[in-house]
């Protein structure tokens, strides 16, 4: 305390930091908008070009937007040309074919000017929203290139740039946690424990702390089970 004026709980402003802190919240609310937009697309395609949803079982691919974005419905696409759409990224000449016969056949059941405008709309600002997202997000990657907690998270396989940039904006200064629990706590995966006389059942974990650090760990876990043999072997056996 006498060497650095504050209370172990206080945290030390890092006034460097203000900066990507302030950019890092505005772009995690942008990346909340544009899932949620793509939410909102899928749940359009099965209307509107139901053979397109076999494409999009985990996200919206970038050329299915592209498509959507110029030929936003079944109708439209079904008299594209096969030579147009070999120019998007990722389409062949076999799946044009595919796309444009599939197209002529579709049992959509929505195709009106509205639907038209709403899929174009959709697709032109997941699109936007994307470029822009992948921009900044490396102005934040750099911005924090020398840092010594990035660096240090980066050395862990399965943390990635981004990773372990989100990270060390979310924890702040390490230094302000007094133990590996008190971290664990703050991001809400201690343990959580319910107690009835003299049965003690343990439940998950508490989710108390800061759900965005439990967000961000997850990806980075799958990633890690499937490169770091260590997390693999104590996560599943």
């Not at 509107?48 to 970038?62: G, I, T």
């Not at 396989?157 to 924890?171: K, N, S």
């Not at 107690?195 to 990806?219: E, F, K, N, W």
């Amino acid at each position: 305390y006498l060497r650095q004026g504050m209370r172990p709980a206080e945290v030390p402003f890092e006034d460097s930091l203000s900066g990507p802190i302030s950019l890092y919240r505005c772009l995690r609310n942008a990346i909340s908008r544009c899932a949620q937009m793509q939410n909102e697309l899928q749940s359009f395609l099965p209307r509107v070009q139901p053979e397109l949803v076999q494409f999009c079982r985990h996200r919206v691919p970038d050329w299915i937007l592209e498509v959507l974005q110029r030929w936003p419905t079944a109708l439209k696409l079904s008299k594209a040309k096969k030579t147009q759409l070999v120019k998007i990224p990722h389409l062949t000449e076999k799946r044009a074919e595919e796309l444009i016969a599939a197209a002529k056949e579709s049992v959509a059941s929505q195709g009106d000017s509205f639907t038209e405008s709403t899929m174009s709309f959709l697709a032109n600002e997941i699109i936007h929203a994307q470029e822009t997202i992948s921009t900044l997000k490396k102005q934040v990657i750099e911005s924090l290139a020398n840092d010594r907690g990035v660096i240090t998270l980066m050395t862990i396989p399965g943390i990635g740039a981004w990773g372990a940039t989100c990270l060390r904006l979310e924890i702040g200064v390490i230094e302000r946690f007094p133990s590996p629990e008190a971290l664990v706590a703050f991001a809400g995966l201690d343990p959580r424990i319910k107690q009835s006389g003299d049965i003690t059942r343990h439940v998950g974990i508490s989710r108390r702390g800061r759900r965005q650090i439990r967000a961000i760990l997850y990806p980075l876990t799958l990633s890690a089970i499937r490169c770091n043999p260590a997390v693999k072997e104590f996560l599943c056996g």
